[in-house]
C-alpha cells in the first residue's frame, strides 16, 4: 500500500479529482494549502502599490492507494496538473504501513476499497 500526495495548482483540482477517480482511487482528501518552490514567489501590484507574495496559494490531496494502482494514479496525477509551466507541483509517494476502516474494522487493502 502508498499514500500518495500531490501538491499543485488550484486551477487544476477538478481534472486531477477526476483523473484520480478514472485511475482506480476509491476516496481523496483535500486541502488549500500556501507554499512555493523554485519559483520563490511573485510580484504583484494592489492599488498603485507592488509587494512580493511568497507564498502562493496550492491544492494539497491525499490519496490511500494499494500497489496495483500507484502507478496509474501517479501517472493520472501527472498529466491532469501540468499545465507545461513553472509551479505545476509535486507528487511524493510514501510506503503505507497500516489502514483501520474505523466503521467497520477492515484492515489494509480491504479498508481501501468501496
Known amino acids: 500500500m502508498k ?3 500531490a501538491v499543485f495548482k488550484p486551477s487544476r483540482l477538478d481534472a486531477v479529482l477526476d483523473a484520480v477517480t478514472a485511475a482506480g482511487a476509491s476516496g481523496v482528501t483535500v486541502s488549500e ?3 512555493y518552490g523554485r519559483q520563490q514567489g511573485k510580484t504583484e501590484v494592489y492599488r498603485g502599490a507592488e509587494y512580493e507574495v511568497k507564498l502562493l496559494p496550492k491544492v494539497k490531496i491525499d490519496v490511500a492507494v494499494g500497489d496495483g ?3 496509474n494514479v501517479v501517472e493520472a496525477i501527472r498529466s491532469a496538473a501540468n499545465t507545461d509551466k513553472i509551479g505545476d507541483g509535486k507528487i511524493f509517494v510514501y510506503d ?3 489502514v483501520t476502516r474505523i466503521r467497520t474494522g477492515e484492515k ?3 479498508a481501501l476499497t468501496n
Open 3 to 5: 499514500f500518495i500526495t
Open 33 to 35: 494549502v500556501r507554499g
Open 69 to 71: 494502482v500507484v502507478e
Open 96 to 98: 503505507l504501513g497500516s
Open 108 to 110: 489494509d487493502e480491504a
